[in-house]
């Protein structure tokens, strides 16, 4: 068994590694080519704070840069690209609820912001949206593991989602298909679907238009709220 030597407390630059890519496969430290995959690392300052450009190494020199085992450096990895996919995955959610309100009113913003948050008040509606949206825009944008992904509104597709009626709560939301016949199809298939065939008059079936099936939940679920927040205003 080889021991490695401790890393010196005070070298820099220092590293925090991103995630592994298989877009990038030449070894951005000795030029190795044709690599399965490297692994993204991103230079920190003295602070810890990320600064500069992402570099990609193979594992073999990934691991020799940090003083880390590869085994080590390859579970960092692929934990971090775990997290990225998470964070990917709130960001549709974010851009599929609120893109939409971006050029809304006062009003409208106020309603989709706290049919979400009914207890967040310390900011105007209009400020937390933009700033969300920002930052899961970013998200989406970041090219640091592959290419951007889609995070504009112009992005949206269509979600067939089935939901109760009384509270909003979604049973079932899919992807309604590109092709008409097969979107058809579909959609008479989840009508008819024997889950929720006794019991027709509580449910709704309706065609959101969102980034990810979690965004189209969401989506169907923040309108039922809207929709409550809507009824109790025109009360008499
Ligand atoms: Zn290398």
Redesign the pocket.
Known sequence: MTSMPPAPRFSFPQWVIKGVTDDCTT?D????SNLKRTVALMPLDADGNEEGEVSY??T??AAAALRRKITDVANTASAACNESLGLDGWAYEVISVFGPFEFATAMEQGDVWWSRNPHCWEQSPGTYIAELLAKARAQLADTTLGPARPHTVGDFRPYLVVADVRDGSVYFARAVPTEPDRAREMQRAVIRDARWSGRRDLITFSTVYALSEDGARQVAGTRHHIALRQAARTKP
């Open positions: 070894c430290c000795c030029g190795r190494y193979g073999g020199c």
